[in-house]
């Protein structure tokens, strides 16, 4: 691990408490792996449908709840639930499904998929939580004002 690398993590933060967390995964260089968007409209690549299927896979973890997600072309945005307190960690998670998606994609592609880090913020109310949801489920329509799409 670089020494000199900034960490965006809070310092005092236990990420491994109960709560839920807004994640937001972007591509290497945020290149449009997982499809494109086409007149407000999702076109999704074989590689959307790797990485829908092991964002499945870790759901049935009894620990978290993944309820709300979107795959754009080159993000995922998505809110994890940590049910227990101290039973998983939301790095651990996230570098599980990082790591699982980059295996499968490259059995058909060598690609770097992932940029390094990932955005997280601590979701703190319900009121807060439905302006997520709302952000996740339209975010295919406001794709031309999204700040993670290459200009």
Not at 13 to 24: A, K, L, P, R, V
Not at 37 to 55: D, F, G, P, R
Request: charged residues 35%.
């Amino acid at each position: 691990m670089n020494k000199n690398r900034k960490t965006i993590r809070l310092k005092e933060y236990d990420y491994s408490q109960i709560g839920e967390y807004f994640i937001t995964l972007c591509s290497k260089n945020r290149k449009y792996i997982f499809g494109e968007i086409n007149e407000n409209k999702i076109i999704l690549s074989k590689y959307e449908k790797i990485a829908e299927n092991v964002l499945k896979r870790i759901k049935q973890n009894k620990n978290i709840e993944i309820n709300n997600y979107i795959i754009m072309p080159n993000h995922i945005h998505m809110i994890i639930k940590i049910k227990y307190d101290k039973i998983v960690n939301l790095k651990d998670v996230i570098s599980t499904y990082k790591s699982i998606t980059t295996k499968q994609i490259n059995r058909e592609q060598k690609i770097i998929v992932w940029q390094r880090n990932y955005y997280e913020h601590i979701i703190r109310d319900e009121n807060e939580k439905e302006e997520i949801i709302k952000y996740i489920r339209y975010n295919a329509i406001n794709w031309d004002r999204d700040n993670l799409k290459i200009k």
